[in-house]
């Protein structure tokens, strides 16, 4: 059974600090890997994709992955209180075109 | 570039009544997915189409839902003789064709509620 793991939160931030968002997956065969933003009673936003080992960088944005360890997080800088939202972390098998979605991980800065 | 489309936003069904829900994918995407959220909690994968064919309905009830993309036309999902546990949003996303496209984009999704 795959599994995408997120601490549910609620995780606060004071604003302008740096929020870290942390996930693992299961399915070692897994090969995309999505982080997605969702404010409430709005549908999920696609923030970032990452396919690579490392870092990538989008703005105030950075998604980091490590294959070895079955791990992803996002890396939000400059925190602001807009950034408040669940942001969910998805994955995708090689075999699979289906997207396994973690439940999210609450986020809420303060100001 | 328009993206995603889903209708009605908003759906209220009396309890053993049909609910109809409506997806436009992205332009140029073949791929559709559904899913199901309930409130405070995660979203739920139900069934992925291309055109004229399903693909995966592993996470689709057995029984009063029915989903289809037709050649022609939106995607449908198709609830029959709802129940009060129906009651949940509904998101279509839609990805495009192509070996590691596998992006998914979200339309605002469809509130169902089953009075």
């Known amino acids: 059974q795959k599994e995408v793991e997120q601490n549910s939160g609620p995780l606060s931030v004071p604003e302008g600090a740096i929020a870290s968002l942390n996930c693992t997956y299961s399915?070692?065969?897994?090969?995309?890997f999505f982080w997605y933003r969702q404010y409430s009673g709005k549908s999920p936003e696609l923030i970032m994709s990452?396919?690579?080992?490392g870092d990538k960088e989008d703005g105030r944005f950075t998604a980091q992955l490590n294959k070895a360890s079955q791990y992803v997080s996002l890396l939000i800088r400059d925190s602001q209180p807009s950034d408040s939202a669940t942001y969910l972390c998805?994955?995708?098998?090689?075999?699979?075109?289906?997207?396994?979605f973690g439940k999210g991980t609450r986020l809420h800065i303060l100001p | 570039n328009a993206g995603v489309m889903q209708n009605p936003r908003h759906l209220v069904r009396r309890r053993g009544q049909e609910a109809r829900l409506r997806c436009s994918p992205v332009?140029?995407?073949?791929?559709v997915y559904w899913y199901r959220q309930l409130p405070e909690e995660g979203l739920k994968f139900m069934v992925y189409?291309?055109?004229?064919?399903?693909?995966?309905e592993s996470g689709m009830p057995k029984e009063r839902f029915s989903a289809e993309f037709p050649k022609e036309g939106p995607s449908i999902l198709r609830i029959q003789q709802v129940v009060r546990g129906d009651s949940a949003a509904y998101f279509c996303?839609?990805?495009?064709?192509?070996?590691?496209?596998?992006?998914?984009?979200f339309g605002p999704g469809t509130r169902l509620t089953v009075t």
């Open positions: 189409l291309q055109k004229e064919n399903i693909i995966d």
């Open positions: 399915d070692r065969g897994s090969q995309s």
């Open positions: 998805a994955v995708n098998g090689i075999r699979d075109d289906k997207i396994i």
């Open positions: 332009k140029g995407h073949s791929h």
């Open positions: 996303a839609s990805s495009p064709l192509g070996t590691g496209e596998y992006e998914q984009y």
């Open positions: 990452i396919y690579s080992n």
